[in-house]
């Protein structure tokens, strides 16, 4: 498989303007997405996870054969080279999807809403220090001030705040695999999940044999919950690693302040969470950095 033809192929055929609205869209459903997992409280991250993986690749691997991707899908598992990024991209991703569940699980969505706000500034910097995407220095001066939010938690709070580290630097090293491979957006998530898969499997047999878990022990409500997995999954996904292989990162994390700004929503106005004065300093540091990034984009032409 001519990998470079294949990189060319895919990413002619996606305008600027596309990724940039498939960025919007991901970031909106991903700051939605806590309202869909508080219909699965009772469910453990990790089983939810489980099942969010075998059923969105059992749904990308159904639309493949319609786009006419499902040969080189096939390639690409083949080749170890391939394979080997998206099992770690995946993996990260996995990561990240359970921290984020186990935060709402634990009441705690506006930290991982802080952990979206710091990921755009994580995106940045490895733009500039593994892409060599230059930045001038107001825009170092963005990425100290999310430094800054960070330790103004620790300092006023005694504790980092882990969850949100966690969050932002998976998904933005996440970011950087999917804009680094050589496949689209659906076939690279579809390889993704395929990776996994197995082991998702394998984890819901052990469930089942132990006759715990959703399946067949739970009412009709939770199991519709839990077959939508597999759409609630891939759809952002497949938005976002399009906006990843078009884009610049430096776009790509602007345009996920959305997800953030409405998860901080659905978090304290929706189930309440405490949001103190320590708190509001330090993602009143982070909104400075997204701020001076911001205008400074603008100010160039460049957002």
């Keep these: ?38 219909q699965l409280e009772e469910v453990p991250a990790v089983e939810v996870i489980a099942h969010r993986v075998f059923r969105s690749f059992w749904f990308l691997l159904a639309i493949l ?35 984020f569940f186990h935060a709402v699980q634990q009441r705690r969505i506006v930290d991982a809403s802080l952990g979206y706000f710091l990921n755009p500034l994580f995106s940045i910097a490895l733009g500039a220090l593994v892409l060599q995407e230059r930045l001038r220095s ?21 504790s980092l705040p882990w969850v949100s580290l966690v969050l932002a630097t998976t998904f933005a090293f996440y970011g950087l695999l999917r804009k680094q491979g050589s496949l689209g957006a659906l076939t690279g998530q579809a390889l993704e999940t395929a990776l996994i898969a197995p082991f998702a499997a394998a984890y819901l047999a052990w469930m089942s044999s ?14 519709g919950w839990v077959a939508s997995t597999g759409i609630v999954t891939a759809n952002p996904l497949v938005l976002f690693a399009t906006a990843a292989r078009t884009l610049p990162l430096t776009t790509i994390g602007l345009c996920q302040y959305l997800a953030p700004s ?4 659905v978090g304290t106005l ?34």
């Excluded at 409405?262 to 929503?265: D, P, R």
């Design 270 to 303: 929706l189930y309440a969470e405490a949001f103190g004065a320590g708190r509001l300093l330090a993602f009143a540091f982070i909104w400075a950095g997204l701020a001076i990034y911001t205008v400074d984009g603008v100010r160039r032409g460049r957002i």
């Design 262 to 265: 409405l998860q901080l929503a």
């Design 138 to 158: 107001v825009q170092w001066m963005a990425v100290a001030f999310a430094a800054a939010g960070v330790l103004v938690q620790l300092a006023l709070l005694g």
């Design 65 to 99: 054969p319609f786009r006419g991707w499902m040969r080189q899908f096939l390639s690409a598992l083949r080749n170890p080279r391939v394979a080997a990024l998206y099992l770690v991209s995946g993996l990260l991703l996995t990561v990240n999807w359970l921290t």
């Design 210 to 223: 132990r006759g715990e878990g959703v399946l067949g022990n739970s009412g009709w409500e939770t199991h």
């Design 1 to 38: 498989m001519d990998l470079g033809r294949l990189k060319a192929d895919a990413s002619s055929t996606i305008q600027p303007r596309s990724g940039i609205w498939a960025a919007v869209g991901a970031s909106f459903l991903w700051g939605v997405l806590a309202i869909y997992r508080k």
